[in-house]
């Protein structure tokens, strides 16, 4: 198990980042369409 634990963070950093990299993206555009 500790071998996928790397491969797991670096998944769990990705999706937050990509998240995270979304909402940057779509916040403006939401609070111009409102």
């Known amino acids: ?14 999706i937050l980042a990509v998240s995270l990299g ?3 993206l779509f916040q403006p555009r939401a609070n111009s369409g409102l």
């Open 1 to 14: 198990m500790r071998k996928n634990v790397p491969f797991l963070i670096t998944l769990i950093r990705g």
């Open 22 to 24: 979304t909402l940057l």
